[in-house]
T-cell receptor, first 109, second 112 residues
Framework: EDQVTQSPEALRLQEGESSSLNCSYT??????LFWYRQDPGKGPEFLFT???AGEEKEKERLKATLTKKESFLHITAPKPEDSATYLC??????????FGRGTSLIVHP | ETGVTQTPRHLVMGMTNKKSLKCEQH?????MYWYKQSAKKPLELMFV???????ENNSVPSRFSPECPNSSHLFLHLHTLQPEDSALYLC???????????FGNGTRLTVT
């Protein structure tokens, strides 16, 4: 059974204080690891797909990395507008991605 | 514009009512999904349609009934719901099994 564990559950940062979110996974045959951002009252918004260990993707202040057991979402010099819940999911080639519970990030000005 | 549009955004219904949620995608994707999102829980997959054929029914109670008339439209018919069914219901689409999901903004359902 595929499993995804995200940590921490919640994270509070000061503006400009860089940090990382963790997504640990077990899957039989990884076909893709996905990061999403979800704002309150909205659906998740797709950020990145990573397919193989060693791969990295960047978008503005966000950088996602992947190993064989986990993925990190690094947030460099965050701003208050980066506050959101960040979701990680893994795909095993079926139409049933497995989602983690998410990390709720709050960035204080 | 998310490419996936859900209506209504908010719905309050009694336990004896019948209502439907609607989802439409303009992305040309082949698969559509219904998810339930409750507080403090991971996203729960309810139904998956691939090329209009239902491929997954994740042990969902029969008071939830999906309908996929074509690859762009998806409905969730609701009847005799329970208060614990109150949640955010999200529709999503994807190009194929290895592609990321594109979500709508959901319907916030309250069952009284």
């Amino acid at each position: 059974e595929d499993q995804v564990t995200q940590s921490p559950e919640a994270l509070r940062l000061q503006e400009g204080e860089s940090s990382s979110l963790n997504c640990s996974y077990t899957v039989s045959g990884l076909r893709g690891l996905f990061w999403y951002r979800q704002d309150p009252g909205k659906g998740p918004e797709f950020l990145f797909t990573l397919y193989s260990a060693g791969e990295e993707k960047e978008k503005e202040r966000l950088k996602a990395t992947l190993t064989k057991k986990e993925s990190f979402l690094h947030i460099t010099a965050p701003k208050p507008e980066d506050s959101a819940t960040y979701l990680c999911a893994v795909g095993g080639g079926s139409y049933i991605p497995t989602f983690g519970r998410g990390t709720s990030l709050i960035v204080h000005p | 514009e998310t490419g996936v549009t859900q209506t209504p955004r908010h719905l309050v219904m009694g336990m004896t009512n019948k209502k439907s949620l609607k989802c439409e995608q303009h992305l040309g994707h082949n698969a559509m999904y219904w998810y339930k999102q409750s507080a403090k829980k991971p996203l729960e997959l309810m139904f998956v349609y691939n090329f209009k054929e239902q491929t997954e029914n994740n042990s969902v109670p029969s008071r939830f009934s999906p309908e996929c008339p074509n690859s762009s439209h998806l409905f969730l018919h609701l009847h005799t719901l329970q208060p614990e069914d109150s949640a955010l219901y999200l529709c999503a689409s994807s190009q194929d099994a290895d592609s990321p999901l594109h979500f709508g903004n959901g319907t916030r359902l309250t069952v009284t």
